[in-house]
């Protein structure tokens, strides 16, 4: 079963430019349409739970910060769409790993394919991986690729 519908996850490392070159290589020689989507993590912001409502005062921040993930999709989007016959590019604020297993059923997605950082250890005990827990919840196929450097 090959997928028609296929997710990037972009974070916009160097550690993810292997990841978007198989989406965009399986996405061209599958005929399938490539989605990218980044996660703005916010943990890291301090808002886990947006819905509540933005403080005033971070408004021009997650702005900004809207508006560089906005230009940085851009890049990504130019950079399949010679291979990928049709690409679109979302972003959403959350948890990471939640936001992608939740985009990929709301849009039908049949295979991720995501970056993974290779920590291992201590640094994977603190920051977790988002890779693992999208393996793991995920309902269709996941494609995890390692950077071409060591692990960190």
Known sequence: MLPRRILFCADFSDNSVRAREYASVFAAEFGAELFVLHVIDSTLIGYPSLDAGVPVDIKSALDEIQHSVD??????????SPKAPYVQTFSRFGVPSFEIVKFAGEKGIEMI?????G???F???????TAENVVRTANCAVLTVRSS???E
Do not use: D, F, I, Q
Request: aromatic share 0%.
């Open 113 to 117: 394919v995501m970056g993974t950082h």
């Open 149 to 151: 450097s060591n692990s």
């Open 119 to 121: 920590r291992t250890g």
């Open 71 to 80: 230009k940085a999709l851009a890049l990504v989007s130019e950079k399949c």
């Open 123 to 129: 640094r994977h005990l603190l920051m977790g991986s």
